[in-house]
């Protein structure tokens, strides 16, 4: 069976909280500066229900293995055009390798268009190859220095996709 994909609700979020911890410790993304320690994270249905915002989950079997979302990329220059940050998205390994990310990152980037972000920017961190060859074959450009104001310092890999 296909992975499938829809909006997050209540219920899954200490699933989706599970899949977070799980795949940020894999990656030894867990101490100070990474998206683990956000307060979003035990509540990530509520985090994303404000306007601008999204979160999917990707199931497979009937369970919760992966998600990612779009929200407003804090602190961004208000003169710029709109900018999202592509956040979240991450995958247990039975998930890896089934086309998830592809579909995930087209479903969040359809969302971004269709709420005017004209921008997508995103961070992630050296080690997470998979992730960084998905990010470029979907169009987005490696930057030399963050954006915004994450809070995410842990992270040392920036890219930008212009929708």
């Known amino acids: 069976m296909s992975p499938a994909l829809r909006r997050i609700t209540p219920a899954d979020d200490p ?3 599970a899949v977070i911890r799980t795949v940020m410790t894999e990656f030894g993304a867990s101490g100070p500066g990474f998206a683990i320690h956000d307060p979003e ?3 990530m249905s509520a985090a994303y229900a404000s306007p601008g915002a999204a979160y999917f989950v990707v199931e497979h079997d009937g369970v919760v293995m992966g ?3 779009i ?3 804090d602190a961004a220059d208000p003169a710029s055009p709109p900018v999202c940050e592509l956040r979240k998205m991450y995958f247990l390994p039975r998930l890896r390798g089934m086309g998830a990310g ?6 969040c980037l359809t969302e971004a268009r269709s709420v005017g972000y004209r921008r997508c920017y995103l961070e992630t961190l050296t080690g997470m190859d998979a992730a ?3 990010y470029e074959r979907t169009g ?3 930057l030399c220095a ?3 104001a994450t809070g995410h310092f842990g992270c040392d890999r920036w890219f930008v996709k212009d929708l």
Do not use: E
Request: glycine share 14%; no cysteine; proline share 7%.
């Open 15 to 17: 699933q989706v909280a």
């Open 41 to 43: 994270v035990d509540h």
């Open 67 to 69: 998600g990612g979302g």
């Open 71 to 73: 929200a407003p990329l």
């Open 102 to 107: 592809r579909l995930l990152i087209d479903r």
């Open 132 to 134: 960084i060859h998905l």
């Open 140 to 142: 987005f450009t490696a």
């Open 146 to 148: 963050p954006l915004g």
